[in-house]
């Protein structure tokens, strides 16, 4: 068999996550390789750096890669994340709700939706089906110090510097056989039929190769500006265009925790997102320029931390949300920014990129003659999973009960939400979902004229796949955090309720857990060494 080769071209973690993952999942350790893998970085264009919050998928990631969890963490200052913590997502009074990793739920008929919707919901749904929810706001760990004991793993993820996570990927893999070439492209060699032959860079080399990964960011030097693919705008249905970031160093600003979990806390004109490592935390305020400009921007991003700010820098990122019409065209696959972006609410930046490397791997032409049904296959999938996260982070918003500014109104408006999940909610008001909910990806109400033939399935309905990364749970999660059946529930069941009931499992492993379970800082200085900083203050955002 014929040697194939693949040229990435861009760094940043979305060209490194790709380069590492097809060499550990096409190419066997001990043996030739089969797929030459090489990597064309510039030296002159910085780093976007976005997603630094990830989910548990990227465990399977650095899994297949091969690379040791406690050196990977030490080596990209990481800790854990273990759920997405919203606050004042529903009212603008510091109420919040968690969306966690794991839950524990009641087999083998699950009722915990229509359970709780029965109750006088007096504790929040997640807090009757998981752990998490209280481990976080507990501050805890979800590994012990010493050997697990506590039965089933906790799932958790990983919040780390995006910057050397792409360094420390680069480092990995060049000694196990990836080439990594730093020049600038300056020219792209054509075929015949349309294809890319090799791409020229500033340093005179020609670089052939059988497939190209583009990963040139918002740029998409390959998929765009060499195939041609147009990208769909996606910005009616998600109005936040712009970001300002910071970075505060624990040294100056360690408020005295560090909190196992992602805050995504609701502005004025958008959210913030707040992530911490072992050595920094990074906060950055998703707003929309059409209802706050960047001077306002920036204070209420401040005010949010407190204290004195000032000498800390602030970054401004503009970004459109959509996707490229097609992800994998001719020999060109678009992984990262180049291939489209959503809103990181619920961490999803850094998974689109890990699942392009992981289908490509899949779905790999070691054949020429089947690329086409390959591409095809593989451009479904990508579909179904954008339009999955876009209508996932849709539902955040649309479901706000917020009136306070001219923003929150906006995107309750009907315009802004996706027919999809319309037709979902109409349907979820006669039932809660269940599991059956999401075998096949119908529901009364949808068109029965999708927008493009790529997003139908082989009976023209739409098939945009509603399960492949959520489930019922996490549906259930948001929604009801949201409030949503709460009035038809009173309707329903009366306002003279029984109590919320929590399952025993819960409460005994809760009770197991705090005496188990070590504080997620104090984990992070005994076993990754993070040093014992001097406490600050408390960020005026936490309330």
């Given at each position: 068999?014929?040697?194939?080769?693949?040229?990435?071209?861009?760094?940043?973690?979305?060209?490194?996550?790709?380069?590492?993952?097809?060499?550990?999942?096409?190419?066997?350790?001990?043996?030739?390789?089969?797929?030459?893998i090489q990597?064309?970085?510039?030296?002159?264009?910085?780093?976007?750096?976005?997603?630094?919050?990830?989910?548990?998928?990227?465990?399977?990631?650095?899994?297949?890669?091969?690379?040791?969890?406690?050196?990977?963490?030490?080596?990209?200052?990481?800790?854990?994340?273990?759920?997405?913590?919203y606050?004042?997502?529903?009212?603008?009074?510091?109420?919040?709700?968690?969306?966690?990793?794991?839950?524990?739920?009641?087999q083998?008929?699950d009722?915990?939706?229509?359970?709780?919707?029965?109750?006088?919901?007096?504790?929040?749904?997640?807090?009757?089906?998981?752990?998490?929810?209280?481990?976080?706001?507990?501050?805890l760990?979800?590994?012990?110090?010493?050997?697990?004991?506590?039965?089933?793993?906790?799932?958790?993820?990983?919040?780390?510097?995006?910057?050397?996570?792409?360094?420390?990927?680069?480092?990995?893999?060049?000694?196990?056989?990836?080439v990594?070439?730093?020049?600038?492209m300056?020219?792209?060699?054509?075929?015949?039929?349309?294809?890319?032959?090799?791409?020229r860079?500033?340093?005179g080399?020609?670089?052939?190769a059988?497939?190209?990964?583009?990963?040139?960011?918002?740029?998409?030097?390959?998929?765009?500006?060499?195939?041609?693919?147009?990208?769909?705008?996606?910005?009616?249905?998600?109005?936040?265009?712009?970001?300002?970031?910071?970075?505060?160093?624990?040294?100056?600003?360690?408020?005295?925790?560090?909190?196992?979990?992602?805050?995504?806390?609701?502005?004025?004109?958008?959210?913030?997102?707040d992530?911490?490592?072992?050595?920094?935390?990074?906060?950055?305020?998703?707003?929309s320029?059409?209802?706050?400009?960047?001077?306002?921007?920036?204070?209420?991003?401040?005010?949010?931390?407190?204290?004195?700010?000032?000498?800390?820098?602030?970054?401004?990122?503009d970004?459109?949300?959509?996707?490229?019409?097609?992800?994998?065209?001719?020999?060109?696959?678009?992984?990262?920014?180049?291939?489209?972006?959503?809103?990181?609410?619920?961490?999803?930046?850094?998974?689109l990129?890990?699942?392009?490397?992981?289908?490509?791997?899949?779905?790999?032409?070691?054949?020429?003659?089947?690329?086409e049904?390959?591409?095809?296959?593989?451009?479904?999938?990508?579909?179904?999973?954008?339009?999955?996260?876009?209508?996932?982070?849709?539902?955040h918003?649309?479901?706000?009960?917020?009136?306070?500014?001219?923003?929150w109104?906006t995107?309750?408006?009907?315009?802004?939400?996706?027919?999809?999940?319309?037709?979902?909610?109409?349907?979820?008001?006669?039932?809660?979902?269940?599991?059956?909910?999401?075998?096949?990806?119908?529901?009364?109400?949808?068109?029965?004229?999708?927008?493009?033939?790529?997003?139908?399935?082989?009976?023209?309905?739409?098939?945009?796949?509603?399960?492949?990364?959520?489930?019922?749970?996490?549906?259930?999660?948001?929604?009801?955090?949201?409030?949503?059946?709460?009035?038809?529930?009173e309707?329903?069941?009366?306002?003279?309720?029984?109590?919320?009931?929590?399952?025993?499992a819960?409460?005994?492993?809760?009770?197991?857990?705090?005496?188990?379970?070590?504080?997620?800082?104090?984990?992070?200085?005994?076993?990754?060494?993070?040093?014992?900083?001097?406490?600050?203050?408390?960020?005026?955002?936490?309330?």
């Amino acid at each position: 068999m014929q040697k194939k080769k693949v040229l990435i071209v861009g760094g940043g973690s979305a060209g490194w996550m790709a380069a590492a993952y097809l060499n550990g999942a096409l190419n066997q350790r001990g043996e030739r390789p089969r797929v030459d893998i090489q990597l064309l970085e510039s030296p002159d264009t910085p780093r976007i750096s976005v997603g630094e919050a990830t989910i548990p998928s990227m465990r399977h990631l650095l899994s297949v890669v091969g690379v040791d969890e406690l050196d990977f963490m030490k080596s990209t200052n990481a800790s854990f994340k273990q759920s997405i913590r919203y606050t004042n997502w529903v009212h603008n009074d510091m109420s919040f709700y968690h969306h966690p990793f794991s839950s524990m739920r009641r087999q083998p008929l699950d009722r915990a939706g229509m359970d709780w919707l029965m109750s006088d919901q007096s504790i929040p749904f997640m807090e009757t089906c998981s752990v998490q929810p209280i481990l976080c706001e507990w501050g805890l760990a979800p590994v012990m110090l010493g050997k697990w004991d506590m039965g089933a793993p906790l799932n958790y993820a990983y919040h780390m510097n995006a910057q050397k996570f792409a360094d420390y990927l680069r480092d990995f893999s060049t000694p196990r056989g990836v080439v990594h070439t730093l020049a600038n492209m300056v020219d792209v060699v054509m075929r015949d039929d349309g294809h890319i032959a090799a791409v020229r860079t500033d340093k005179g080399e020609t670089i052939e190769a059988d497939l190209f990964v583009d990963s040139t960011g918002f740029s998409a030097q390959l998929i765009e500006q060499q195939i041609g693919v147009g990208f769909e705008d996606c910005s009616q249905y998600l109005l936040c265009d712009r970001a300002v970031t910071m970075h505060l160093p624990y040294e100056t600003h360690f408020p005295g925790m560090v909190r196992p979990y992602t805050t995504a806390t609701a502005l004025s004109n958008g959210w913030i997102w707040d992530i911490p490592q072992n050595d920094r935390r990074s906060i950055g305020y998703v707003h929309s320029s059409a209802f706050i400009d960047k001077e306002a921007a920036e204070r209420e991003m401040r005010a949010y931390q407190g204290g004195n700010t000032d000498d800390l820098p602030a970054r401004f990122v503009d970004f459109k949300v959509g996707r490229r019409k097609q992800i994998w065209s001719k020999n060109v696959i678009a992984i990262g920014l180049a291939g489209g972006f959503i809103e990181p609410l619920e961490s999803t930046g850094l998974y689109l990129s890990d699942l392009g490397a992981v289908l490509l791997a899949e779905h790999f032409p070691w054949h020429d003659d089947g690329m086409e049904q390959l591409a095809s296959r593989y451009n479904h999938i990508m579909s179904n999973r954008f339009y999955e996260i876009l209508d996932f982070i849709n539902m955040h918003y649309c479901l706000t009960k917020r009136t306070d500014t001219e923003f929150w109104k906006t995107v309750q408006l009907r315009e802004h939400i996706t027919d999809r999940l319309q037709a979902k909610f109409d349907f979820w008001r006669f039932k809660p979902p269940t599991p059956h909910d999401f075998q096949d990806q119908w529901f009364s109400g949808m068109s029965q004229a999708p927008q493009a033939a790529d997003l139908c399935s082989h009976d023209r309905r739409p098939a945009v796949d509603t399960g492949g990364l959520w489930n019922h749970e996490s549906y259930e999660c948001i929604l009801f955090g949201m409030e949503f059946l709460k009035e038809e529930s009173e309707q329903w069941f009366g306002p003279n309720r029984p109590a919320t009931q929590v399952h025993p499992a819960i409460i005994q492993r809760l009770q197991m857990a705090r005496q188990k379970l070590p504080p997620h800082h104090i984990w992070l200085n005994r076993v990754l060494g993070m040093p014992q900083y001097p406490m600050a203050y408390k960020p005026v955002g936490w309330g």
